[in-house]
Nanobody, 119 residues
Framework: VQLVESGGGLVQAGGSLRLSCAAS????????MGWYCQAPGKQRELFAS????????NYADSVKGRFTISGDNAKGTMYLQMNSLKPEDTAVYYC?????????????WGKGTLVTVSS
């Protein structure tokens, strides 16, 4: 599975961005997908996830009500709508896909896209 993120950039506080993650390859093996962020000097952390088919979503408290994760299986793409952005949202955002038993639970990562929120 190959993952490619897009949509990052520079935005003012209070603004919005929409990130995309295009998946290709053995996408049938994906059980769930998620968005991680890694701010400078901090560990990469999961803040939003969605199950294959979009049946269930989960969010970290820090983004609840501001960010929305969604997916389009037909296009093989996952999205992250980010609203009311804050300077502390500045980070590199990574797309992750969790494989099922047929790929031994392998995790796949994109290369990341930088989001910078100015105050």
């Amino acid at each position: 599975v190959q993952l490619v993120e897009s949509g990052g950039g520079l935005v003012q506080a209070g603004g919005s961005l929409r990130l995309s993650c295009a998946a290709s390859g053995s996408t049938f093996s994906i059980n769930a997908m998620g968005w991680y962020c890694q701010a400078p000097g901090k560990q990469r952390e999961l803040f939003a996830s969605i199950t294959s088919g979009g049946g269930s979503t989960n969010y970290a408290d820090s983004v609840k009500g501001r960010f929305t994760i969604s997916g389009d299986n037909a296009k093989g793409t996952m999205y992250l709508q980010m609203n009311s952005l804050k300077p502390e949202d500045t980070a590199v955002y990574y797309c992750n896909a969790e494989g099922g038993p047929e790929v031994y639970g392998m995790n796949y990562w994109g290369k990341g896209t930088l989001v910078t929120v100015s105050s």
